[in-house]
């Protein structure tokens, strides 16, 4: 690992140790995002295939019909919920617990789908959108908090490289769901 060099000043909040060459707080968003890519484009590669197996085989038995009305509804809230989610953060929680408890609805809403039943289907969707709106708007907010005191061109390299995260987490969903 480096450390700023000595003519720069690390934002605030910042120790000065770097990832890559930018703010070591770069890396633990990197990798959020990239879970949350992942966790979001595997399970969906597989949604509609869950939703509309037979009982028998695993699946909720669900028509294709319901299903994919129910696939277009979570994909749509997943959205939406960032705009609640920005509120929250602004208002209530603050960037940090706002990623921390989108992290944690993520995962308890990952849990919930992995128990076999259709009321912890619903509320494993559920737990999940919110998660996101919670943790998917405040990541990138805090990219760009994370370059207060640098130049443009430093701060759209920093992007680069989270966006870079959300890529490869989308990239490896289905290569590892099989889909």
């Known amino acids: 690992m480096n450390t700023v060099p000595a003519d720069s000043t690390p934002a605030a909040g910042q120790s000065g ?87 944690v609805l993520i995962c308890a809403g990952n849990l919930a789908l992995a128990v076999p039943g259709i009321k912890l289907f619903y509320i494993g969707l559920l737990l999940t959108c919110l998660g996101t709106g919670m943790l998917k708007p405040n990541t990138a907010v805090m990219v760009g908090e994370l370059y207060r005191c640098d130049s443009a061109s430093r701060r759209d390299a920093g992007f680069s490289i989270y966006y870079m995260g959300i890529n490869i987490g989308a990239l490896l969903a289905p290569l590892v769901t099989g889909t």
């Open 17 to 103: 140790v770097l990832w890559l060459g930018h703010p070591r707080g770069l890396a633990t968003l990197f990798f959020t995002e990239m879970w949350e890519r992942f966790s979001y484009y595997g399970m969906r590669a597989l949604l509609l295939l869950y939703m509309t197996a037979q009982a028998s085989a695993g699946g909720l038995g669900l028509s294709v019909e319901r299903g994919g009305a129910i696939y277009g509804l979570y994909t749509a809230a997943v959205y939406l919920c960032s705009l609640p989610g920005g509120w929250v953060a602004d208002r209530l929680l603050g960037l940090r617990r706002s990623i921390f408890w989108g992290g």
